[in-house]
């Protein structure tokens, strides 16, 4: 990480991987192929995640294998902040934050998105925003559709101009 991100208060990765191991896992790591809970621990990956291997499977996972954090090129700690931020900053405000490209960091909001769109249930809670729009008056006046609308304010029968 460069100057920049450094501004920005990141989680440490050690919290990061605790966390995520709690959701996914809660407090028994299983098997993510087979379910099985005869596993166990075989050293960190490059990304620094516990590797586990499933005595009843026979194969190795680790804490990100099956997950959106799987297969970016982001610091576990980047998606972290970027899931979070994402509730209320905007994407362009979090590639700034974290000094990445623009394009990146969408591309992982919208993979999250995705993701999330699976829930079934959610409530909407605090400040919710919606998009302009524009709403015409449509045809105003128009009683059949062989006529042309009128103008507003102004009758069906002919105005006089006085003199």
């Given at each position: 990480m460069d100057e920049k991100s450094a501004q920005v208060f990141l989680p440490s990765?050690?919290?990061?991987?605790?966390?995520?191991r709690l959701a996914r896992?809660?407090?028994?790591?299983?098997?993510?192929?087979c379910g099985s809970n005869e596993v166990v621990k075989r050293g960190t990956t490059g990304k620094d995640a516990q590797q586990y291997w499933c005595k009843a499977c026979e194969t190795y996972f680790n804490?990100?294998?099956d997950t959106i954090f799987g297969h970016h090129r982001f610091e576990l700690e980047e998606m972290f902040?970027?899931?979070?931020?994402?509730r209320s900053e905007p994407t362009a405000?979090?590639?700034?934050?974290?000094?990445?490209d623009y394009e990146a960091v969408?591309?992982?909001?919208?993979?999250?998105?995705?993701?999330?769109?699976?829930?079934?249930e959610f409530e909407l809670s605090e400040v919710c925003e919606a998009d302009e729009i524009y709403v015409t008056a449509g045809e105003k006046g128009r009683e059949n559709e062989d006529e042309s609308p009128r103008e507003r304010g102004l009758k069906k029968g002919t105005r006089r101009l006085r003199g």
């Open positions: 990765r050690e919290r990061c991987f605790e966390r995520l896992f809660g407090e028994t790591v299983t098997c993510v192929h804490d990100l294998t902040y970027t899931v979070k931020e994402m405000q979090i590639a700034r934050d974290l000094d990445r969408l591309n992982f909001v919208h993979q999250v998105q995705e993701t999330s769109g699976d829930i079934d």
